[in-house]
């Protein structure tokens, strides 16, 4: 299996304390808008060859792609893309949550208190919060098989 690129290769990659400070920090959902767009420039891009049909998420209305692989530790490691600028950026929060964990650790974070905190339940769209929870199933849904 090919070996995903991570932000930890990059030196650039969030975590999900870094994220609630982060948010914590912009003031406002206009704020806050702006820092899930640049959140999103951080994320690496996908090789062509992840960006196929197998690879899909979906339930997405955007394009997005998902790629995971567990290591001998135990821990899943993940890749993901879209080709929505807004939807990379809430990838970053997921995978900031839930990249380089074990599976135990991925099925009990609590993934609606963590977006509840971050107040992205109130903000999004009905259709990019169900792509954001299709997101976070098929990263549990990976890491339990």
């Known amino acids: 299996m090919n070996s995903l690129v991570t932000y930890t290769q990059i030196g650039l990659e969030p975590n999900a304390d870094t994220i609630r400070q982060q948010f914590a920090a912009a003031h406002g959902w206009e704020n806050q808008y702006r820092?899930?767009?640049?959140?999103?420039?951080?994320?690496?891009?996908?090789?062509?060859?992840?960006?196929?049909?197998?690879?899909?998420?979906?339930?997405?209305?955007?394009?997005?792609?998902?790629?995971?692989?567990?290591?001998?530790?135990?821990?899943?490691?993940?890749?993901?893309?879209?080709?929505?600028?807004?939807?990379?950026?809430?990838?970053?929060?997921?995978?900031?949550?839930?990249?380089?964990?074990?599976?135990?650790?991925?099925?009990?974070?609590d993934m609606e208190a963590y977006f509840t905190e971050l107040g992205l339940e109130k903000h999004l769209s009905p259709s990019r919060g169900n792509g954001l929870r299709e997101i976070v199933l098929a990263i549990r849904d990976q890491a339990s098989a």
């Not at 891009?45 to 955007?62: D, I, M, T, V």
């Not at 900031?96 to 974070?109: C, D, G, K, M, R």
Request: charged fraction near 20%; charge should be negative; aromatic fraction near 8%.
């Open 35 to 109: 820092l899930i767009i640049q959140l999103g420039k951080l994320l690496p891009a996908l090789p062509p060859e992840w960006q196929q049909e197998e690879f899909r998420l979906k339930g997405c209305e955007s394009l997005a792609w998902l790629k995971g692989e567990s290591t001998e530790d135990g821990c899943w490691h993940f890749a993901c893309d879209s080709d929505a600028r807004i939807v990379r950026g809430l990838i970053v929060i997921v995978l900031a949550a839930l990249n380089h964990q074990s599976a135990e650790v991925i099925q009990a974070f």
